[in-house]
Nanobody, 115 residues
Framework: QVQLVEAGGGLVQAGGSLRRSCAAS????????MTWYRQAPGKQRDLVAT???????NYADSVEGLFTISRDNTKNTVYQQMNNQKPEDTAVYYC?????????WGQGTQVTVSS
């Protein structure tokens, strides 16, 4: 059974930083596109950042230059460094792994940014 286990959520003050991780029990992790999504209360789930197997990252305009996504294929883990956070970054963040028809999600973790 595939598991994506997220860590590193919590409460942070505006302007602060968090580093989050998502460890995947995927045999071919390096072949998966890894993506972070977030869902704020009452809103749809939006893409935050993605890193495909080729490591060419892509970010939502709202986090460009503030968030950094990276991956360590030796540890089957994807990371998200979130800097200079704003209250509007408050959301449940989800890790996603996708390869063709295979689509797996983490459990979601709350990140709350206080003003």
């Amino acid at each position: 059974q595939v598991q994506l286990v997220e860590a590193g959520g919590g409460l942070v003050q505006a302007g602060g930083s968090l580093r989050r991780s998502c460890a995947a029990s995927l045999f071919t992790f390096s072949s998966y596109a890894m993506t972070w999504y977030r869902q704020a209360p009452g809103k749809q789930r939006d893409l935050v950042a993605t890193i495909p197997p080729g490591h060419r990252t892509n970010y939502a305009d709202s986090v460009e230059g503030l968030f950094t996504i990276s991956r360590d294929n030796t540890k089957n883990t994807v990371y998200q460094q979130m800097n200079n956070q704003k209250p509007e970054d408050t959301a449940v963040y989800y890790c996603n792994a996708r390869l063709r028809v295979n689509d797996f999600w983490g459990q979601g973790t709350q990140v709350t940014v206080s003003s």
